[in-house]
């Protein structure tokens, strides 16, 4: 079975500074990896995936995330912060031949002070 | 267009009664999937559509949970005599093909307290 973990509750970054949400996996095979984020009160977003190929995949509002096969990690970042950035983080995995839906992290709060 | 929809947004019931909770996808999406995330547990897969083929629904918590799609797309998921730990909010989510690699788009959730 697949599982996704997420070893951080909460991440504090100071605006304008670069932010690492981190995330490791446990899939048999090659993964399909998904990064989605939840603003209060709001169902989850697409922020980005991993198929195959480039190792570092670029998202929605300026994220990327670096796939690395070697420590089974997706770690999701970006350069300069913003507190909009401010939400619910959610690292995801699905295997490549499943019928099943996601496996989810348990997400991480990531908090952009001003 | 459209998103994912889901009704109603908020639900308030006593412990023992049903509940039906639905799902409208966005149109043309053959894959639906139902989640439900709480504290205590996170996001949970519970079940998977494809098109008009029948479910596995080993992912469902308890024979208490069902779940049907109707001509491939709108669902309803029903939880009978609801319990207390039944408290959460049940997202959907659809995707384009079901295909493992495409990103499923969620609807904004139903709020469930079970009291």
């Known amino acids: 079975a697949q599982s996704v973990a997420q070893p951080e509750d909460q991440v504090n970054v100071a605006e304008g500074n670069p932010l690492t949400v981190k995330c490791t996996y446990s899939?048999?095979?090659?993964?399909?990896l998904f990064w989605y984020v939840q603003y209060p009160n709001r169902g989850l977003q697409f922020l980005l995936k991993?198929?195959?190929?480039?190792?570092l995949v670029k998202g929605s509002y300026g994220f990327e995330a670096e796939f690395n096969k070697s420590q089974t990690s997706f770690h999701l970042k970006k350069p300069s912060a913003l507190v909009s950035d401010s939400a619910l983080y959610f690292c995801a995995v699905s295997p490549p031949l499943s019928a099943d839906g996601l496996t989810f992290g348990k997400g991480t709060h990531l908090i952009i002070q001003p | 267009g459209a998103g994912v929809s889901q009704s109603p947004s908020n639900k308030v019931t006593e412990k023992g009664k049903d509940v039906e909770l639905r799902c409208d996808p966005i149109?043309?999406?053959?894959?639906l999937y139902w989640y439900r995330q709480s504290l205590g547990q996170g996001l949970e897969f519970l079940i998977y559509f494809q098109g008009n083929s029948a479910p596995d629904k080993s992912g469902l918590p308890s024979d208490r949970f069902s779940a049907e799609r109707t001509g491939g797309s709108v669902s309803t998921l029903t939880i009978q005599r609801t319990q207390q730990e039944d408290s959460a909010v049940y997202l959907c989510a659809s995707s384009l093909l079901g295909l493992t690699y495409n990103e499923q788009f969620f609807g904004p959730g139903t709020r469930l307290t079970v009291l």
């Open positions: 991993y198929i195959t190929g480039d190792n």
């Open positions: 149109s043309g999406h053959t894959a």
């Open positions: 899939v048999s095979g090659n993964p399909y």
